[in-house]
């Protein structure tokens, strides 16, 4: 057997044993709200407050209606939440498991998915703040929607793959959750999240999307949501040939460490 | 369950170890090894724990493993286990391995007992079904009461232990791999743990277990290995291997 089906093995074994990692996942996010009055309605109150207050202010910031940017940023904010916290949460998923990798059987794979179970959470709920931001304005939904289905599901490859990439190499590299947070803390403010895309394309800094995967993976989601149509040709281009990337990258990652972690935690 | 009959084939598996340099873990460390080069002074040094070890286990045998500490007792059971991959040669186990290792650590510090049980009950291999049917009779075991209501980071060791027990012997065991357990927790609770191992024991249809305790290797197991320095020095019937070890223990030119 070749260290990649082995490998696929591994995975659609933990995809099998879902009671195991949905389970983890959801006590991790009990665990966050334990002893808390309102529990993980705070998840709600957060991006409200956020939503509301930067939206409000930046609304007038960069000369947008209050109607069409408020769903706009919601949106933007809640997917790229999503991805920021799969990937640091992901560099940590081998790293805190380390008690059970060293004492149980179940391939590795679980720990990845119990953190996608973690971040999904937030993402359902923040998806159904954006429809009732959307109703609050009286903007309309039509089936046209439902093109983000299929994004959600390009968004949540995309997010298992990176979560996996950042498991294997935080193993080896210690520092790379750190230094990941920090990347992400500057790119959340060069992602178009808080302006309109066509703000860079104005000045001709296109480059500064083009660059930038996680804007594609946002964009075929957030597109369909907010305009009720597919997303451009282009948007699905780049997102296809990302996961191309992402997935050749965590084959070659996977092979050269998946049977070092238990050595290196 | 499983059609191909039970078994455990391990074949000239070699077990390596990073150890001392902790740099190597960093950015940093990692950098400085590609300027310096290999050989540079980040480069770690290995311990061999495994140095081509063969072991073929079937059906219905029970095998004791002796040896000092660091011998590779541990190891052996962990690469059977899967959980260690050899670095060179390999390792097949066929059947549901139910492993015994470490009964302090694997626990969510901030979830209850009974959310701990929960976990651990599934990690091993149980079904949530199979771990509700379960549950009182692992918490009467466990004999930790209203315990089980706090968060497990409020637990003393020997609470921790007394819960992972209670837990890892309700299941139903095909491959059971034990790792020096009988010595765990307050003395009572010893009495009460021996007894139940040993019915534990009786369920496994391949049994391996590192043990200090002549006796028990004596009682429960046909064939034991004798690991020494991370190779095997002798593989046979319990009497031969125990006493040849005893001798070895006690003779003054000792290895």
Redesign the interface.
Known sequence: MSATTELLNNNLKALKNW??WF??GM?DIR?KF?RSLVGPLWILLNLTLWVGGIGTVYAALFHQEVQSYLPFLTIGFVVWGFLAQTITDGGNAFVFA?????????PKQIYVLRVMVNATVPLAIGIAIFFLVMLIFNNPIGLGALWALPGLMLLLVAAYFHASIMAYASV?????PH?MTSLLQVLMFVTPIFFPVKTLKERGLDFIYQLNPLYYLIEVVRHPLVFSEPAAMEIYGVTGGYLVLLFVVLIAVAKRFD?RV???L | MNSSPLSITVTDAVVRFQVGNADGQTLKGFLASLKNGPGGRNVAPFVDALKGVSVKIVAGERVGLIGHNGAGKSTLLKVMAGIYPPVTGTAVTRGHVCPLFEFATGFEYHRSGWENIRIRGMLLGMTPDEIEAKLPEIAAFSELGNFLDYPVRTYSTGMFVRLAFAVSTAVNPEILLLDEVMGAGDLSFTEKANKRMREFMDQGKILVFSSHSMELLTEYCNRTIWMDHGVIREDGPTADVVQHYKNSVLSPARV
């Open positions: 009671r195991v389970h983890l006590a665990n334990a380390e008690g059970y990798i060293k004492q149980f059987t179940y080896r590299f210690r520092d790379l230094g049977k238990v050595y290196m």
